[in-house]
């Protein structure tokens, strides 16, 4: 589990890369490895959902259509508290 969490750690700002290229890539890649990783993303959940769901504001079409598949992805892995409440749970507690 530790291993996730690092490389995630790296792997998570790629997500979210100003290069549209590296962005979608990742999107790519990481609906790759969900299915391998699912299991053992409840540490970066949250974080990972927060930063694709980032990707739904991309004016690139690849890059919004590459992002609602990897969200599609994770909250079935996930499951649909993990996914959407934890998020949104945090943009509350900001306030």
Do not use: W, Y
């Not at 790629?14 to 990742?26: E, H, P, Q, R």
């Not at 699912?38 to 694709?52: I, K, Y």
């Amino acid at each position: 589990m530790m291993n996730c969490v690092q490389i995630f750690d790296r792997f998570v700002p790629c997500l979210k890369d100003v290069n549209g290229k590296v962005t979608l890539m990742s999107l790519g890649v990481l609906c790759d490895i969900l299915p391998c990783v699912g299991p053992h993303m409840a540490n970066v959940a949250s974080l990972t959902v927060s930063t694709v769901a980032a990707n739904l504001a991309s004016s690139n079409r690849e890059i919004h259509d590459a992002a609602s598949q990897a969200l599609d992805q994770l909250i079935h892995l996930v499951g649909m508290f993990s996914a959407v409440l934890l998020p949104t749970s945090q943009v509350f507690n900001a306030i």
